[in-house]
């Protein structure tokens, strides 16, 4: 298997947990080529992220970034990325947006 085809088998095992024997199936491959793949790419991931990333933490204790009566002038102010005002303005998760004419 070519480098790409083993890192996205091993992907797709880690994010759907499809067998092996599946991803043998899908790579045109012996059952026995995908599990020595996914084990050496996952080798591979966990020496990748075991390097130390810098954490990013949003200021705390001051007024920057609120607007007046205390909210956050972005999202709702519950500090979720995915929270949204009830005021936001644009389509929200799952809308479809419509062509302009």
């Known amino acids: 298997m070519l ?10 095992h880690l994010r759907h947990d499809l067998p092996h024997s599946v991803l043998a199936l899908l790579f045109g491959v012996d059952r026995s080529t995908v599990t020595r793949a996914v084990r050496e790419i996952r080798a ?4 990748t992220s075991s390097l130390r ?3 990013i933490t949003a200021p705390t ?8 009566g205390g ?6 102010g519950t500090g ?3 929270a ?3 005021h936001a303005s644009g389509p929200g998760p799952g809308s ?3 062509p302009r004419c």
């Open 71 to 76: 909210r956050t002038s972005h999202g709702s």
């Open 80 to 82: 979720h990325p995915a």
């Open 44 to 47: 591979l991931l966990s020496r």
């Open 61 to 68: 204790g001051g007024t920057e970034g609120r607007a007046e």
């Open 3 to 12: 480098f790409a085809d083993r890192l996205v088998a091993t992907l797709i």
């Open 84 to 86: 949204r005002s009830p």
């Open 96 to 98: 479809r947006i419509q």
């Open 53 to 55: 990333r810098p954490e």
